[in-house]
């Protein structure tokens, strides 16, 4: 099983980098993003389940960052708009096995059993 981040780079404030995710070796009941700064703890971004196309978002970027997916395809996206300096971080996704995963728990660590290499994302002037 593999899930492969890509996508990261070099960006200034206010840009847009789209990063994808597709995993491979089996599906998921849900897959999410996840992001750890520099001296920070991972945390949740955004995270999709796929039975009933349910969506989350992390407050702090709700209205700027997009998660989709393409059920069929084991893929996903994060759609980042107006970049901040503080979204600078390596971001991870990750996928979850678990049958009846509730909405309310796609924005958990312990939720994911696979986690992809992590891609870094850097916002700086």
């Known amino acids: 099983v593999q899930l492969q981040a890509s996508g990261g780079g070099l960006v200034q404030p206010g840009d847009s980098l789209t990063l994808s995710c597709v995993a491979s070796?089996?599906?998921?009941?849900?897959m999410g993003w996840f992001r750890q700064g520099p001296g920070k703890e991972r945390e949740f971004v955004a995270g999709i389940r796929w039975r009933g196309s349910n969506k989350i978002h992390e407050d702090s970027v709700k209205g700027r960052f997009t998660i989709s997916g393409d059920k069929a395809k084991n893929t996903v996206y994060l759609q980042m708009n107006s970049l901040k300096p503080e979204d600078t971080a390596v971001y991870y996704c990750?996928?979850?096995?678990?049958?009846?995963?509730?909405?309310?728990?796609?924005?958990?660590?312990?939720?994911?059993?696979?986690w992809g290499q992590g891609t870094l994302v850097t916002v700086s002037s």
């Open positions: 990750a996928g979850s096995t678990e049958a009846g995963i509730i909405v309310s728990s796609i924005r958990r660590v312990d939720r994911y059993d696979y």
């Open positions: 070796g089996r599906t998921f009941y849900a």
